[in-house]
């Protein structure tokens, strides 16, 4: 992807100010309102040019937003070899708050890249929005993520040349949509991001940067949202209005998310935690509280593969790791 390093000019306006200015939304995609949590929820519409008719879930029962069956991926070789993912199949329910956890190591960033299309399994498949990926041509790959898929990496990927304005709508220019100032201004006000918005990312502490990252993710309304460890780098307070934006993406818009964490209390935030192991699942637990999340993900990692890693490649004829989180309800207050 080219990304243009010069002075961007964003479809929501040239500053920050124009955030400010009332205009008549336009329509956009479905988008969380976490701060009027009794507004009326917007008819759920993609903007001109979006390829991909919006299909918002609110139901865990309807399908599945993601579906990943017999995912294989293997690095490296020799010695060296190892497969964090040996067999995975798992479904990621539509309108739900799924939390990945697992040792160090045991695969959730290889499935989260899967998963959101942006790597591809050995063998395997993918099916998002009831699309299987494979074979499909990299411009559809592309657009189907551009339309469905908001990404928050672990170390941000912000392109430091932008301001956190010009990052934040950089995904929605490239797709040649129009974004609702409004609904900018409520994301960025809800991530306290108003006075950062001409700094550019050196000029930001590391919690500010994957919060512009939260905000470009969210900015365009995806179906789905797939987080690597999103509040790895924040305080809680930070991590908490992260954290909070992604429940009420799913809440109030019916928008699916998916996130990697290594903290129970994060996890407790989301409807169902799944634990992984040795690449392939290792239990689940639903509406879990961080005890519950602490307590299995202990469980796992002291049954996983000998140093917590991932398995060595070979291993697939191994019985699963013990289900040891088993599949709990524990009825956590979220
Ligand atoms: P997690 O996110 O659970 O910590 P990862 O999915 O990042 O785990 O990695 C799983 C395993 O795969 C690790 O052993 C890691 O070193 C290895 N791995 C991940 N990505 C690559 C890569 N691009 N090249 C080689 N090995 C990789
Ligand atoms: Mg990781």
New binding site residues.
Partial sequence: MTIPQSDVRGPAGDDAGDMHSPQQPQPVPHQPQSQDPHAQQPAPQHAPGTQYAPQPHHSPASEPAIRAIRLVKT??EGEAR?R?LDGLTLDIAAGCFTAIM?P???????LLHMLAGLDTPDSGEVILAGTPLTGLSDARLTALRRDRIGFIFQAFNLVPAMTARENILLPSQLAGRTVDRTIVRRIVDRLGLGDRLHHRPHELSGGQQQRVAVARALVTGPDVIVADEPTGNLDSASGDEVLGLLRASVDDYGQTVVM?THDPQAAARADRVLLLADGRPAGELHSPTAEAVAAALTRVTAGAGQAG??APAGAGAAPVPGHAAGTTHTGGAR
Avoid: D, N, R
């Fill in positions: 690095y490296g190892v964090p697992g160090s190591g045991s695969g959730k960033s290889t990697v890693g991932a």
